[in-house]
């Protein structure tokens, strides 16, 4: 059967024009094909969309469009894969961003806003699957001059060699801005209404960074400062006020209610008041440094407005919030990775580069702490 083929295809006459055209027709169409791809790779064609004015803007205020060596790096260099066989996909997977456009979906500044976490939450996943393939299109480790770098770059970059991390776990935002200070405030401002408007449970959390409890009703005669997240149980309300009571443990009679035995994450400081009216319910010892811990319970009063719908809600706000603002740096880490000695020092250097507000930060780095290891657990 082969040999026919071959016999037919090399003879003369009709046959070879067939061959002739066929081939010459297959190269203008793998070259048409071809020429148009690369054309929707072009800067030109990927700006020329009036969606993508907001994008643009901020690429071309970035190192990526313009920096000391004059070499950009364009929107295909980033979001389209060079094996053919992964842009193709690519490509295909690009006429979805057509329907959009004809919805009119992120047509205007206000609409992109909307959906830009979304936007960048979906490259973000694509880059960490494909282990940074564009990125390392331009840089590669083994160009890489590491002794150049910040200490902290080198740090990381270790983690990169290693295969712990990949380049996108660290470089967000690098081309267009991060989708952070309105999206913490919408996060902030819905748990809020929702905190406004939710019946009193028998179990509650306090929503506010801290309140202050008081020995009666009336904000009168305080007796401990509440930290956010601290676990409620409700007595009564009477008005726009709520007698609850807390659990925790002391150490040595201190002013300092923590969250568990030898557990030092603080959910409450009392004053000379407070810790006059506590009940003790029971003592331990702790047996390394002969410290006395008590479990002990608080009784106060509390604004209504400081209450929020239930402990596991707060959390998921709280954990969203973490979830949100640390993957913008770095891949998160489980709590339990570090005892809280060791979280408490890489918390305070990551102060300077959260975009969280310092009551947001305080509520995320006290639910960090709350799952980590004790001190005594470090290896």
């Not at 479990?295 to 719908?309: F, H, Y």
């Not at 639910?367 to 290891?373: D, F, I, K, N, P």
Request: glycine residues 6%; hydrophobic residues 35%; charged residues 25%.
């Amino acid at each position: 059967m082969v040999k026919r083929a071959f016999k037919w295809l090399s003879g003369t006459g009709p046959r070879s024009l067939v061959l002739g055209i066929g081939i010459v027709a297959g190269i203008i169409g793998w070259g048409g094909f071809n020429t148009f791809m690369e054309y929707t790779n072009s800067y030109e064609f990927c700006t020329s969309c009036h969606e993508m004015s907001v994008v643009k803007g901020e690429y071309q205020e970035s190192a990526h469009a313009h920096n000391p060596s004059g070499v950009p790096a364009i929107c295909s260099d980033c979001h389209v894969p060079k094996p053919w066989g992964a842009k193709l996909v690519r490509k295909i997977m690009a006429t979805k961003e057509l329907y959009h456009w004809a919805l009119g979906t992120i047509d205007t500044p206000e609409k992109f806003e909307q959906h830009r976490m979304q936007l960048a939450n979906k490259v973000w996943d694509t880059m960490e699957k494909s282990d940074s393939r564009e990125c390392r299109n331009c840089h590669t480790n083994e160009t890489m001059l590491t002794d150049k770098q910040t200490s902290l770059a080198q740090k990381m970059h270790k983690k990169l060699m290693s295969g712990e991390q990949t380049c996108i776990n660290c470089h967000k935002g690098i081309a267009h801005k991060l989708p952070v200070e309105s999206l913490y405030a919408k996060m902030e401002a819905e748990y809020q209404t929702e905190t406004n408007n939710s019946q009193l449970a028998d179990k509650a959390v306090v929503i506010l960074p801290e309140a202050e409890m008081t020995a009666t009703p009336d904000g009168e005669d305080p007796l401990a400062t509440l930290y956010g997240g601290t676990p409620l149980m409700v007595v009564k309300q009477e008005g726009d006020w709520v007698q609850v009571t807390s659990e925790g443990w002391d150490r040595e009679e201190g002013s300092q209610i923590f969250i568990d035995f030898n557990r030092a994450v603080a959910l409450a400081k009392m004053n000379f008041d407070g810790m006059d009216r506590v009940e003790k319910i029971e003592s331990r010892l702790e047996p390394e440094y002969e410290l006395t811990w008590n479990r002990i319970k608080l009784t106060g009063w509390v604004p209504r407005a400081a209450v929020g719908p239930s402990e596991e809600r707060f959390w998921e706000y709280v954990t969203d919030l973490h979830e949100v603002d640390c993957n913008l740096c770095h891949k998160t880490y489980p709590r339990d990775k570090w005892i809280m000695f060791d979280w408490r020092n890489n918390l305070k250097e990551m102060r300077r580069y959260t975009k969280l507000s310092q009551e947001q930060l305080q509520l995320v780095s006290n639910w960090v702490l709350r799952g980590a290891r004790n001190d005594a657990e470090a290896d």
